[in-house]
């Protein structure tokens, strides 16, 4: 009776499986791991290591060498084009010789002797002007002074 009621209820409270899944949520490693990150960090880090290797072989050769320049002093390199240069140089010279020669048999175009005259002639009519200065005799008036 009552008591087989109540063993077959406790089996079925057993067997019970629940309405609201209240696991933990299922764990994706690709979510944390961040493999390209450590990837990228990895290669980083083999090129700072090799950068350093370098630098230390250098500095090793560096120490071990017995000067701070012993090798012979370099031959000052050829230029290629020096006899190029050198032409055109001498070609630019003539040109130049060339062009003073002419200005220097050339007659000048404007006499220098005029210009002196003009100028004490001018020069001794400001004196006048300054000593009598000009004023005339009745004075129009212009455009802007009769309101036009």
Do not use: F
Not at 89 to 109: D, F, G, M, Y
Not at 118 to 141: F, G, I, Q, V
Request: proline share 6%; charged share 35%.
């Amino acid at each position: 009776g009552i008591n087989a009621e109540y063993n077959q209820h406790r089996q079925r409270l057993a067997n019970i499986k629940p309405a609201v899944d209240n696991k933990a949520p299922p764990v994706y490693p690709h979510l944390y791991q961040k493999l390209k990150k450590a990837q990228l960090e990895e290669e980083r880090c083999t090129e700072i290591e090799r950068d350093n290797r370098t630098l230390v072989k250098r500095m090793n050769d560096i120490m071990h060498r017995t000067g701070i320049d012993n090798s012979e002093p370099h031959e000052k390199a050829a230029s290629l084009n020096k006899e190029l240069r050198k032409e055109e140089l001498s070609r630019i010279t003539r040109e130049n010789h060339a062009l003073l020669k002419r200005l220097q048999e050339r007659q000048p175009t404007y006499n220098h002797l005029q210009w002196e005259q003009d100028r004490e002639r001018n020069e001794e009519m400001c004196d006048r002007l300054c000593r009598h200065p000009y004023k005339p005799a009745n004075k129009s008036p212009t455009r802007t002074q009769q309101g036009m």
